[in-house]
């Protein structure tokens, strides 16, 4: 079936067959009780409460399209004075344990024993048999065209927003349900909660985005304007359904500028009227801007919890658990239990080489308070205050073999030492004035490292190794077990800055006009970095790494070195020709 987003085509891919799939175990609609107690597995975690599972029912969409779905709810639901609400965990990935994903797949399962999950829960959403007991149904849906939905897969957008639309206004009228009903999840479960509270479905009351990119082409498909398509490969990959998927990693390679198809997939938070509860993290390569950037652009009530470690570890915190049932509590029960007293703004900041700082409160993000102070490169390898001593230029070779493992080369730094505690919270952005001779482009990339007071670069773990169940020197270099530092990149053609989404705190790029540029010209650019949050004691050192290549470790080892690079030699200006290459960085007050 052809699918158009305004007038532009979409190109679509075919899908693995579901029976490809080890964990899938067929179509079988009807009703199961699971006793209390009950297990999957010896290993795994029991239900703690009766609980009655509607195995693969039907919830028809406006155009017919009929998805499948999993219900998990208490028994005592079945009484008509005991309804519950419904909290949706939307995914392609696979409903109630099947898809190719979930923690098992990862070192140390990412930190979550197999005896805190059932076995039942969808990947990076809710459990049911935690949840049951909670009091609230838990609907595992099929996304249109995963495994039995029909349809082809849709890749976020306002097409998946009325999918989601229809699906909670269904569930809403069920008879076990009290006309409530929430969004939660991380990742793809947290970005399509973006676009479906944008269409204001009645019956949805709140959100709980834990972790989800809001701007799929600026933050993930071509950040900087560089094309990265790796990921969104990886992912096609693992899908599985009847028919087709978007093939949106093949949309970015047609349609390298801004246009409306990419519009569609950027989130519209003014449209969101709804209660959001956000939690994001540094660790992500995916979603941190974009959970910063929703809690900046909601207008509805809001709370933001910017924690310390990998987003599927703290999903499964009992702590993380009671603080979202307090909140589904308030908006889905209207239980008056003060919810509101909560604080907004709650930030994590990252010692690196001593245990961080968790959950500072502020009175809102950007951190208001917030001294931006520009700090100059210089020649010497260092940044500072002042401009620089020693002018000149300096030069790295771009196409460099890189291997994502932290062990690099052809990456320059500037050094900057602390002379007291500093505290780095925010965006911050590089302005870099650079050139290339025998190219007409560039691509750059920064990062913002920290290093202790001997000079040694650090790496913050993001799950704690007794947890992982792994030495602490023999953690895997993978971005979702490590952190380097926060970081920003750039290709040189697409450097204009979009004036109208662009903010005094942070820039943002066009991606709508294509600048070649002439061999050996000097160029500005402005790179955005994402937020970071790093405390620095007296002594130890801010490092700026600049460079032709992603400096953070890979999501996966398959897509290690395997992005793009830039080209031959590039030259960055240090006050050479009037050229101050420069940094601005955002510091608070605790």
């Given at each position: 079936m052809s699918f158009k987003v305004g007038s532009i085509d979409v190109i679509h891919t075919q899908v693995n067959s579901p029976e490809n799939d080890p964990n899938y175990r067929g179509l079988h609609p009807g009703g199961t009780k699971l006793e209390k107690g009950y297990k999957k597995d010896p290993e795994c975690a029991a239900f703690v409460v009766?609980?009655?599972?509607?195995?693969d029912i039907e919830i028809p969409l406006r155009d017919g399209v009929?998805?499948?779905?999993?219900?998990?709810?208490?028994?005592?639901?079945?009484?008509?004075?005991?309804?519950?609400?419904?909290?949706i965990g939307w995914s392609p990935y696979g409903k109630t344990g099947q898809g190719f994903l979930s923690v098992g797949v990862f070192p140390g399962r990412v930190g979550v024993p197999k005896s805190r999950t059932s076995g039942f829960e969808s990947f990076e959403a809710p459990d049911p048999a935690e949840w049951t007991a909670r009091g609230y149904a838990i609907c595992n849906i099929d996304a249109r065209g995963a495994f039995d939905s029909e349809g082809d897969i849709r890749w976020w957008g306002s097409a998946e927003g009325r999918d989601g639309y229809d699906a909670i206004e269904y569930l809403a009228s069920q008879l076990w349900c009290n006309g409530n009903v929430g969004l939660v999840g991380n990742s793809w479960l947290a970005i399509s909660q973006y676009f479906i509270a944008a269409e204001q479905p009645p019956h949805l009351k709140c959100i709980a985005p834990m972790e989800g990119a809001s701007d799929n082409f600026r933050e993930n498909l071509s950040r900087g304007g560089?094309?990265?398509?790796?990921?969104?490969?990886?992912?096609?990959h693992g899908m599985y359904g009847r028919s087709q998927q978007e093939d949106i990693a093949a949309m970015m390679v047609k349609y390298p500028p801004w246009n409306e198809y990419w519009e569609d997939k950027r989130a519209k938070f003014d449209k969101i009227k709804v209660p959001t509860y956000i939690l994001a993290s540094y660790s992500s390569g995916l979603h941190t801007e974009g959970s910063l950037r929703a809690y900046e652009e909601i207008s509805a009530p809001k709370w933001l919890r910017l924690h310390p470690h990998q987003e599927w570890y703290d999903l499964y915190r009992p702590e993380t658990n009671d603080e979202l049932q307090k909140f589904f509590d308030r908006y889905l029960k209207g239980i008056n239990n003060d919810w509101e007293s909560t604080p907004q703004v709650r930030i994590s900041i990252l010692r690196y080489n001593d245990a961080p700082i968790v959950n500072h409160v502020f009175t809102s993000y950007p951190v208001p308070s917030t001294t931006y102070r520009t700090m100059f490169l210089d020649a010497s390898g260092s940044v500072s205050d002042q401009q620089p001593q020693r002018l000149g230029n300096l030069s790295y070779q771009a196409d460099a073999v890189y291997q994502q493992m932290d062990i690099d080369e052809e990456e320059l730094r500037f050094e900057h030492t602390f002379d007291s505690p500093a505290y780095l919270v925010g965006y911050s952005t590089a302005t870099l004035y650079m050139s290339t001779v025998e190219h007409d482009d560039m691509d750059v990339y920064v990062q913002i490292r920290k290093a202790d007071k001997?000079?040694?670069?650090?790496?913050?773990?993001?799950?704690?190794?007794?947890?992982l169940g792994i030495v602490e020197n023999e953690v895997p270099p993978s971005n979702i077990l490590k952190y380097m530092g926060p970081t920003g990149m750039i290709r040189a053609s697409q450097r204009e800055v979009d004036a109208h989404l662009s903010q005094p705190h942070k820039v943002v790029l066009s991606h709508r006009a294509i600048q070649k540029i002439k061999?050996?010209?000097?160029?500005k650019?402005?790179?955005?970095?994402?937020?970071?949050?790093?405390?620095?004691?007296?002594?130890?050192?801010?490092?700026?790494?600049?460079?032709?290549?992603e400096m953070r470790l890979a999501e996966f080892p398959p897509l290690r070195g395997k992005g793009e690079t830039g080209k031959g030699i590039n030259t960055i200006y240090c006050g050479e020709q009037g050229y101050f290459s420069q940094i601005k960085l955002p510091f608070v007050e605790l």
């Open positions: 009766d609980t009655i599972w509607d195995r009929k998805l499948r779905a999993d219900i998990f709810r208490p028994a005592t639901s079945e009484s008509s004075d005991q309804k519950v609400p419904a909290l560089i094309a990265q398509p790796g990921f969104a490969k990886a992912v096609a001997s000079g040694k670069i650090l790496q913050h773990l993001n799950i704690p190794p007794e947890d061999p050996g010209e000097i160029v650019l402005e790179i955005p970095i994402w937020p970071g949050g790093i405390a620095f004691e007296a002594g130890e050192k801010l490092i700026l790494k600049i460079s032709g290549h």
